[in-house]
């Protein structure tokens, strides 16, 4: 007689008692019970430029909002943290109320515990929590050491369109370990060929056709209009491409190409999910796409991943990751001949060396990059990669001589950017005139500023992109010290009533 499968904890993947009716383990359920009542704000939030902007400039309900979206907390957690009524948050993060009295001020900063050198307060600090066992850091098949098999990419697809609510979030940590780990297992582990042979239906050529239309549809839809819905939608897709995988027939080849839709869909849909503010979210999709690269045998498709995983990096406080995970995927495609993609995984980098401060090394990155798009794109390259153009490469240009604190330099190269963009590509455009304003304040011209800052809030308002509205936080953070100055009026008043008649989402 056959005996059961060993089950197995959730969370650190222990076994699990025959008695115990739970999904986790006694020390893990504990464990659970203490993070419920004890929310904290994760470490890598203090590390975010945006937060650090908000806190500089004591905008207490943008870094409310930013803290709380970052961290992936709940208002009423945030509430319990810093004493203040959840009702009272709600308003200071929508702007009709403001944090102006002193003992409120220390008590939210010093809830949320906000390093020293981000305040400019001698606020009191609570003693630090009890040292806690470490847990084991994946769960079940979740391990990249493990091989990777067709089971495992499933595995990893369940666990990113909706998996157990725990282990989802034990998973899908921006663990620095996480990330290296999935970067060198998708370099270096071998794959098992995705095929099946079962009663049923034949997966055709003509279904893959359809599947990836609407893959390159949703992909358009996100670069004119924002992300907005798109994640759910993304997650449909990729729930009926998980059912192929399992109760359709299909040779080596076939089913190399449904693992191919399959990559370039979570890559898609852990974009979408970055742009809707999803950050915690957003890895669990691209470690699924590495893994479905990884069967469909195309590298291009992992080094896309891996880009947007150096994006999610740099963007979180982790730019040594950014490097590492661009990096890597230039070396794994280097002699495929494809110059917009190394072109493209270039610029990544360079953001990466940027955010560390790293002039030089970004710099050199950039040079190589345009000189790779220059040379256009080849017959190799990836035909997801079509937005790749001379406009990217000077907006992200613009973007590291920002990072670096060289405002004039970036107004330059934003100028530039603004000229050869794709037009359709609003969300980019109005991304890159949020940061070419910010420039133009940061060097001094208001006029100019507010000119292209009123440019960025039009994209704002027709867009459903929550990356857009953060960038254009940042922006306004800039205008506040001056307040005063009617340029600088114009802006926050507009700002202000698009914020108050919910037009800008």
Known sequence: MLQPAQRRCDRCGCPLSQYNTDTLCSACARLRTWEASNPTVPEHVWFDQDVRDALSVWDFGRASRLVRLRGGLRQEDMAQLTGLSQAFLSMLESGSRRLTNIDKIVDFLAGLA?????????????PLPAQREPLTQYPGDADPTLPWTSARMVAAL????????MKRRRFLTASGVA????????DRAEVEPLQRVAEG???????????????????????????????????????FLRHL???????MATGQRLAAIIADTATQTGWFAFDSGEREQTLGYLYAALRAAKASGDIRLGAGALSYIAIHAYSTGAPHHAVTAAHTAREKIRKLGTPALEAMLLTRQARGHA???????????????????????????????YWINEGEIHG????????????????ASFTKARKALNPGDHRTRGLFLSRAATAHFANGDLEAGAVTAHEALDLADQLQSTRLNDHIDVMLGH???????????GVLERAADATGTGSRT
């Open 158 to 165: 369940d666990t990113a369109v909706g998996g157990n609510t």
């Open 479 to 489: 205008l506040r010290p001056v307040i005063h100055n009617p340029y600088a009026q």
């Open 355 to 385: 955010k560390l401060g790293e002039g030089q090394a970004a710099l050199a990155a950039l040079g190589r990059a345009s000189e790779l798009c220059a040379q256009g794109r080849s017959e190799h390259d990836p035909d997801w990669l």
């Open 245 to 251: 995988v399992d109760r359709t027939s299909y040779d």
């Open 396 to 411: 992200q240009t613009g973007s590291c001589h920002l990072d670096l604190g060289d405002a004039r330099s970036a107004v």
């Open 179 to 186: 990330l290296t780990a999935y970067v060198n297992q998708w």
């Open 114 to 126: 906000v390093p020293d050198e981000l305040v400019p307060l001698p606020l009191p600090r609570a």
């Open 201 to 239: 239906s034949r997966l055709t050529p003509g279904l893959l056709d359809s599947l990836q239309r609407t893959t390159d549809g949703l992909r358009t839809m996100d670069a004119s209009s924002g992300s907005g819905a798109l994640t759910e939608l993304g997650n449909t897709h990729l729930k």
